[in-house]
């Protein structure tokens, strides 16, 4: 976990504690009493505490090393997908205005039902697409892939809303035209 | 490509077969071809050509590239990812800014106020051309860089494209039953294809010659669809924005969201829609009977040559469009559907239009049909 280390640091009080006078003295005397030859067994267990602590060591830094590599990468955006973010976000503003206009003109529930499902299809199309954008950002076929994904949302309603204006068109009314 | 293109053979593998051998083929992001073999074995080829790129470039690309096929219990199962006709890949390392140019304005231009009558040879054709396409023509006019003085360049204009051609052709005699199940790949069928298909495409295209067996299932969903003749067979299409069919026989068409032209119309052949367009150029002789069912469909439909036919409309809340009249049937007294609209004489003529259409719009013409604005 992340954390500031002034946040961390802040935490903690300074303690002014002053070192005894003799520090130095008794410091060289245990250090005399650590200097003494070891008998066998315990030269032994020594080996055994060295090998232990080299293996900790290594099973930690490499443990360390592995998760900094699965850790969360920077994420540094290209200029092509700031681009995208910028195209899909306008595309996205269009498309609820046209959906908006769509519903307010639209008097058949099954119509709008209908639509709503082909326009969740298409952006799952999209949801499926943008994986394979983030694996292969320069690769202009998928990229055209996404922009023709939200073109087609936007001209599905365009088109609909014009088929509705001509059914709302005045025209000769009939109770049937036979030629 | 340059006179330095290079030529790289990156799969290569060929089946033995009998009439009981199935093929399956699970296809993503590729582009194949697929033609009837001249043995009874299946070859699979694909090779590359590249220029511009370094060989390390060229490895890492492959690298993507998956291409799996094997022959067990007498099924071929071929599996491909990334393996495309075209690879246009960009590079550009300049200080300006990507830009996106004419974002909202329609690709098909501006709407016309006419339809013109069309031959089936002039749609064969066009989807003939349309064979020789490069995918990626179009992107140049719209994908550009606004450069720090204020110049805006395409990426070509820039050398910022470069590009590896690909051609994974694939051989298949006509007994073996193939399943293609496919996401963004593009599918053309080269000459006539007699094999029994079952096929899944969602976003891509799919272009044939001739698919004429009659038990073809195909499936295409959010792509392109060009075919030159289709003879027998279950088509459902969803959400084609262009789509051409050359000539079409004893098939049944189901389709939404799509705009789908074809040029002529032979016996045996019905369509059920929600909300396409639809243009019908030519019928032949014989059609016999055409039955289509829709709704919220818009419809432009070119008069047989032939005085031997009848055509009506059954329905209401639709639109019809002959001449410079806009006719319009209502709902009968009980709110259903009624006869709308009778051309010729329905018990003696020897072929016979009928359509069934609930709030559609239906433009009729001989040899243009105009479109009233409102």
Do not use: C
Not at chain 1, 81 to 94: A, F, G, P, R
Not at chain 2, 17 to 25: D, E, G, L, P
Not at chain 2, 276 to 284: G, H, K, P
Not at chain 2, 352 to 368: L, Q
């Amino acid at each position: 976990m992340k954390q500031d280390i002034k946040e961390v640091l802040n935490g903690f009080e300074e303690t002014n504690k002053e070192l005894p006078a003799a520090h130095r003295t008794e410091f060289l005397e245990k250090l005399q009493g650590a200097e003494k030859p070891m008998s066998k067994p315990e030269n032994f267990y020594y080996f055994i505490k060295i090998a232990a602590t080299i293996v900790l060591f290594v099973s930690v830094g490499y443990l360390a090393l592995n998760s900094f590599n699965k850790s969360d990468p920077i994420i540094v955006e290209t200029p092509i997908e700031k681009q995208l973010k910028d195209i899909e976000m306008q595309y996205l503003k269009h498309i609820d205005a046209e959906w908006q206009n769509f519903v307010a003109l639209a008097t058949d529930e099954n119509l709008i039902k209908r639509f709503e499902q082909k326009l969740n299809d298409l952006d799952a199309g999209y949801q499926e697409i943008t994986v394979k954008f983030k694996q292969d950002k320069n690769n202009i076929l998928i990229i055209e892939s996404l922009v023709e994904n939200l073109q087609t949302r936007l001209r599905l309603l365009k088109d609909i809303q014009e088929h509705i204006h001509l059914l709302n068109q005045k025209s000769e009314q009939h109770e049937n035209i036979t030629i | 490509m340059s006179m330095n293109a290079q030529r790289k053979q990156i799969y290569s593998k060929v089946f033995d077969v009998n009439v009981q051998t199935k093929a399956i083929f699970n296809l993503d992001d590729s582009a194949v071809i697929i033609e009837p073999s001249d043995d009874d074995k299946v070859h699979l080829d694909y090779a590359i050509v590249f220029d511009r790129f370094s060989m390390m470039e060229i490895d890492s690309l492959i690298s993507k590239m998956k291409i799996e096929a094997t022959l067990q219990n007498n099924q071929i199962s071929l599996k491909t990812n990334n393996v495309l006709k075209s690879h246009e890949y960009f590079t550009y390392n300049g200080t300006g800014s990507f830009y996106v140019d004419n974002l909202f304005k329609s690709k098909k231009g501006n709407k016309k106020d006419s339809i013109f009558h069309k031959l089936k040879d002039s749609i064969q054709r066009e989807i003939r051309e349309k064979y020789k396409e490069k995918p990626l023509d179009s992107l140049g006019s719209w994908f550009k860089v606004k450069e720090e003085n204020g110049a805006i360049k395409s990426l070509k204009e820039l050398g910022g494209v470069k590009v590896v051609k690909g051609q994974f052709v694939i051989k298949i005699p006509s007994f073996v039953k193939l399943t293609i199940n496919a996401k963004t790949a593009y599918i053309t069928f080269a000459g006539e294809i007699k094999n029994e298909l079952s096929v899944s495409l969602k976003r891509g295209k799919l272009s044939a010659q001739q698919l004429i067996n009659e038990y073809n299932q195909i499936n295409i969903d959010d792509a392109g669809f060009e075919v030159e003749v289709i003879k027998n067979g279950e088509y459902t299409l969803n959400n084609i924005s262009k789509g051409l069919i050359g000539s079409i026989y004893n098939a049944q068409i189901t389709s939404e969201f799509s705009k789908i032209e074809i040029g002529e119309i032979a016996k045996g052949v019905s369509i059920t829609d929600f909300n396409s367009e639809y243009w019908f150029y030519n019928w032949t002789p014989n059609f016999n009977r055409f039955n289509m069912y829709s709704e919220y469909s818009k419809i432009n439909l070119f008069y047989p040559d032939s005085k031997k036919y009848s055509l009506s409309t059954f329905g209401f809340n639709t639109k019809h469009h002959f001449k410079n009249v806009i006719g319009e049937i209502g709902p009968n007294k009980k709110g259903g559907k009624s006869k709308m609209m009778i051309v010729g004489d329905e018990k003696t003529a020897k072929n016979k239009i009928k359509m069934d259409i609930i709030h559609g719009v239906i433009r009729f013409g001989k040899d243009v049909i105009s479109i009233p604005r409102s």
